[in-house]
C-alpha cells in the first residue's frame, strides 16, 4: 500500500518523507489515510498536488486531511487566478474607473459644514 501511494505521487524524495512520517504517526489508520492521499491525488493536477506536498512537509502537517487541505486550498487559489485574467479580456467600455474625491465635497453639495 505504501509504495503504491508513493507511486502514485510520482516517488519524489518529499512525498516519501511525508509518507513515512504519516505511517509512523498514524499507523493505526494508515490504510485510511494512504486511502485519502490516493483520492486526493485522482482530484487535484500534479501541480497542485506537488505544492500540496511541499507545504505540509514545510509546515510540518502529517496527515491526509492536511494533505486534502492544502490541496483544496490550492486548487481555489488557480482558479481565482484564472478568473483575474478573465477580467483583464472585457471591453474597455465596462474597465471604467469611479473618480475618488475628498469628503468636503460630499459635504458642501449638502449643505454642512467644513471644518
Same mark, same amino acid.
Given at each position: 500500500?505504501? %509504495?503504491?501511494? &508513493?507511486?502514485?505521487?510520482?516517488?519524489?524524495? #518529499?512525498? +516519501?518523507? $511525508?509518507?513515512?512520517? =504519516?505511517?509512523?504517526?498514524?499507523?493505526?489508520? #494508515? *490504510?485510511?489515510?494512504?486511502?485519502?492521499? +490516493?483520492?486526493?491525488?485522482? +482530484?487535484?493536477?500534479?501541480?497542485?498536488? %506537488?505544492? /500540496?506536498?511541499?507545504?505540509?512537509?514545510?509546515? !510540518? &502537517? !502529517?496527515?491526509?486531511? %492536511? =494533505? *486534502? %487541505?492544502?490541496?483544496?486550498?490550492? /486548487? *481555489?487559489?488557480?482558479?481565482? #487566478?484564472?478568473? @483575474?485574467? &478573465?477580467?483583464?479580456? $472585457?471591453?474597455?467600455?465596462? /474597465?471604467? +474607473?469611479?473618480?475618488? *474625491?475628498?469628503?468636503?465635497?460630499? @459635504?458642501? &453639495?449638502?449643505?454642512?459644514? =467644513?471644518?
Amino acid at each position: 500500500m505504501y %509504495d503504491k501511494t &508513493l507511486e502514485m505521487l510520482g516517488g519524489s524524495e #518529499i512525498a +516519501k518523507l $511525508l509518507l513515512e512520517t =504519516i505511517k509512523k504517526e498514524k499507523g493505526r489508520y #494508515i *490504510r485510511e489515510q494512504f486511502g485519502l492521499i +490516493k483520492s486526493v491525488e485522482r +482530484k487535484y493536477s500534479s501541480e497542485v498536488l %506537488d505544492k /500540496a506536498l511541499e507545504f505540509c512537509y514545510e509546515n !510540518n &502537517l !502529517n496527515s491526509a486531511v %492536511d =494533505i *486534502r %487541505d492544502a490541496a483544496e486550498h490550492f /486548487a *481555489r487559489q488557480g482558479i481565482t #487566478i484564472v478568473d @483575474t485574467s &478573465l477580467r483583464k479580456s $472585457l471591453p474597455p467600455h465596462l /474597465a471604467v +474607473k469611479t473618480e475618488v *474625491r475628498k469628503i468636503d465635497t460630499y @459635504t458642501s &453639495l449638502y449643505g454642512g459644514e =467644513i471644518k
